[in-house]
């Protein structure tokens, strides 16, 4: 078979996990920071870097700002024998990423070294492993002639990492025409595997995720001198309710898709599984276990505190941040009880509100996963859950579009791949890149 013939049906397309390593490593070595609060940079330079690529296989895209510089790319990928009966599926990737302070790396966060058989850097895991699996395989694709099964609709977005105002929220505001006809899609985080044992390994497709409740709290006081007293306080008042925000404990709350996947989980390792003893089953999952106990109960978490300008003077009005997550179905309790903690005389404001989502993990897009998957790994068993961060899948599901984190790696047993994500020297490695582009190219003949 040479490189421009098109393959058998169930084959691999020649190339498709050839170049997916120095892509991602390429598109590390492209500064995406997004620090938040319209502070970003690179994403129009990552962005034009991605239409040069997909430009070069001869697949046309369309470049938006919702700001100078805030660039998202949607392309539309109908090659000759697609089944244009078929909707298009939406495949997205964000271009952003968080900050990295270099001093507390091993190495450069932007030089995109790949070293010990894993490419480094930041976004490794978050998520331009995913953006560079995609570009491989549909260019690798689009050399050999080698047609998807439906029509393609890639998204390639500005500003994810905060809470995708910018990017794919401003996409469905702005230009929803971009995604007609798309129903299904898929994007990040899941498709990552958890390994039980050396022939079992299951592996996570995100079919939930959390809503966001990004909460600036508020106080308001009575200004005044501060070596006075003051039983007015803003500054006594915020704190107070900070540190009862802190120290609370939510109940737990289970959606269906952790449901399933803690049946999934007891039934792997043989256990049941007891919501009194929650923590103790969990370690069993190692690394893992902090996100998905994460997702068994609203959150919220104290993240930042403004007041004041000088020792000597008390501030009329002091703020904090709270970075609040919601269980799909528990959205008013979770307010309920921030009212009930924060007290009668501090108030919030949403600074980011995005509900939480659910897709059912049925059907033939999540059928051809597990078979996909199957074919690279036999141990593979795919499994929903729900993930507590938050994801573009947002602003899809406002489109009505069902969204599934699918993006595949099979992963070392001993790598602690949650903490990867924002964290110091994040990587992935290289043989999980290749796997997954095989998978992904796969995935494409089925979905």
């Not at 940079?41 to 046309?60: F, M, N, S």
């Not at 953006?131 to 080698?146: F, I, P």
């Not at 009862?244 to 999934?264: C, E, S």
């Not at 999952?285 to 003077?313: D, E, Q």
């Amino acid at each position: 078979m040479t490189l421009h013939e098109p393959s058998h049906n169930g084959e691999i397309t020649p190339g498709a996990d050839a170049e997916v390593v120095e892509t991602c490593a390429q598109l590390i070595r492209i500064d995406t920071t997004n620090r938040g609060n319209g502070d970003a940079v690179g994403e129009r330079v990552a962005a034009e870097w991605v239409a040069a690529q997909l430009d070069e296989v001869g697949i046309e895209s369309t470049l938006v700002e919702s700001e100078p510089g805030r660039a998202s790319l949607v392309a539309d990928w109908s090659p000759e024998g697609v089944d244009s009966s078929l909707p298009p599926l939406l495949i997205h990737g964000h271009l952003d990423v968080v900050p990295a302070q270099a001093g507390d790396w091993q190495v450069d966060p932007f030089a995109g070294e790949i070293a010990d058989g894993c490419v480094w850097g930041r976004g490794a895991v978050d998520m331009k492993d995913f953006d560079a699996m995609v570009l491989s395989v549909v260019r690798a694709r689009a050399r050999a002639g080698r047609a998807p099964r439906r029509p393609i609709r890639l998204a390639f977005t500005a500003d994810e990492e905060a809470g995708s105002v910018l990017g794919a929220t401003w996409l469905v505001d702005n230009h929803p025409e971009l995604f007609e006809g798309c129903t299904e899609a898929i994007g990040e985080v899941g498709g990552f595997s958890l390994t039980v044992r050396d022939d079992l390994r299951l592996y996570l497709i995100q079919t939930a995720e959390k809503g966001m409740a990004w909460l600036n709290l508020i106080a308001d006081g009575t200004a005044g001198h501060g070596s006075m007293r003051n039983d007015d306080n803003a500054v006594t008042e915020l704190a107070a309710a900070v540190s009862r925000i802190g120290q609370y404990k939510w109940p737990y709350r289970i959606a269906p898709a952790q449901q399933q996947f803690l049946d999934a989980v007891a039934d792997a390792f043989g256990i049941e599984f007891d919501l009194e003893d929650a923590e103790e089953t969990l370690a069993r999952l190692g690394s893992i276990a902090r996100m998905v106990g994460a997702t068994m109960a609203n959150s919220a978490n104290p993240t930042m505190l403004n007041a004041g300008y000088k020792h000597n003077v008390i501030p009329g009005q002091a703020v904090a941040g709270i970075d609040g997550r919601t269980v799909p179905g528990y959205e008013q309790e979770f307010l309920d009880t921030i009212t009930e903690l924060i007290g009668p005389k501090v108030r919030y404001e949403f600074a980011v509100e995005n509900p939480p989502v659910e897709t059912e993990f049925a059907g033939a897009l999540t059928e051809a996963m597990q078979s996909c998957l199957l074919a690279e790994d036999e141990g593979a068993r795919a499994v929903p859950y729900l993930m507590s961060g938050g994801t573009d899948a947002k602003a899809w599901h406002r489109l009505g579009i069902q969204s599934f984190g699918f993006a595949p790696l099979k992963l070392p047993a001993e790598l602690d791949f949650v903490g990867m994500f924002h964290g110091v020297d994040e990587r992935v490695p290289t043989d999980s890149l290749e796997f997954g582009a095989r998978v992904l190219d796969r995935f494409l003949q089925q979905a």
